[in-house]
């Protein structure tokens, strides 16, 4: 088994990236969503990589097998965004999915987030289970901020209560 590294986003993984969640979006889950519906895919470090927020890919060898965003919304608060892990690599075999949730969970504790947010969609049916279990909680989309950025697709609400973030 190869050595999986999660890293920073940096330009050369753009493309990659674009391709691993589209392909998951589209081909996966029939969400009938493109490029175009995501112009933060086409400016990462501008869009996520400010302020408390960042983007980490998952890569073994050369190829992006994940990714993973927190998007900074103010308030010491943060959206969790694009988690995304190619199918052949989901599940307890390489932790992928759950080694980026720690890294972005490690990263807002860092950077005195209190609230992890996120938004997913209906389809995403092991993503809701793998978030319960790593303590997020489900909310009603009224109780999220009014910083938060909904995207069309997302029907379900969680946020997870960051325990190290400083008072």
Not at 5 to 26: D, R
Not at 145 to 164: A, G, H, L, R
């Amino acid at each position: 088994m190869s050595h999986v590294s999660i890293c920073e986003f940096t330009e050369p993984y753009e493309k990659q990236v674009s391709e691993l969640i589209l392909h998951i979006q589209q081909e996966e889950y029939n969400i009938a969503i493109t490029k175009d519906d995501q112009p933060d895919l086409m400016n990462i470090p501008s869009f996520y990589q400010v302020k408390k927020g960042n983007f980490w890919v998952a890569e073994m060898g050369s190829r992006v097998v994940g990714t993973i965003s927190l998007l900074d919304i103010g308030n010491n608060e943060v959206a969790l965004r694009k988690m995304f892990v190619a199918e052949e690599y989901r599940g307890s075999s390489f932790k992928i999915a759950l080694r980026l949730l720690n890294r972005a969970i490690s990263w807002a504790a860092d950077h005195s987030i209190k609230t992890i947010f996120l938004g997913t969609t209906p389809q995403f049916l092991a993503a809701h289970k793998f978030y319960q279990k790593h303590g997020f909680i489900k909310i009603a989309q009224k109780e999220l901020p009014s910083t938060f950025p909904i995207v069309k697709v997302d029907k379900f609400f969680y946020k997870f209560q960051v325990e190290n973030a400083a008072e």
